[in-house]
């Protein structure tokens, strides 16, 4: 910086001579290039302090990234099925144990059946796919017996359905 400022100093007293060929072609050549020179250095200082932030391991915290989201995605959906199984569990056992309820007091059939009456209860808990259950009244003496069967279907591609079934006893009262 020292030798620009000289530079420039020597450019101006040669201007101020009035000297037309001396030193000012050679001066004003010397200021340019050593401008240059000084740019040149501010752009490698630059371009080396803007690597120096660059994290040569960034490419590898997103393969890391793909690589696990996929497992992730995995056991995120295995919740999901596993909540939706055990919650439809629930929900089978409550439909058993209402008709089952439902047979022991009305006696002969509940309303309209056990099975109408089972898949009204289904769609009251909103049973997904309840047109997938099925209730059937069993044979038993002084008593009312229900199983319901229902068809779960996971919420996860591959799984195979799964068959819950429940079954439910009250005893008739007189």
Known sequence: MERLLEALEQLETAKALN?????????EFR???F????????????LTEL????????GQSLLEFALVLPLMILLLLGGVDLIT??????NVE???????RCSAV??????????QYAQMLASDVKLMNSNELTAIENECRGCSSITVTYR??????????ITLKSTAQFTAQP
């Open 31 to 33: 200021v340019e290039q």
């Open 106 to 115: 009305n006696g002969e059939g509940c309303q309209q059946g056990i099975e």
């Open 19 to 27: 000297d037309p060929f001396a030193n000012v072609i050679d001066l």
């Open 51 to 58: 690597g120096k932030e660059r994290n040569p391991e960034r």
């Open 94 to 100: 409550y439909i058993a144990e209402e008709s089952a």
């Open 35 to 46: 401008a240059g020179l000084v740019a040149g250095r501010a752009m490698r200082v630059a």
């Open 85 to 90: 199984l055990y919650t439809s569990q629930q």
């Open 152 to 161: 779960w279907a996971p919420v996860f591609p591959g799984v195979p359905h």
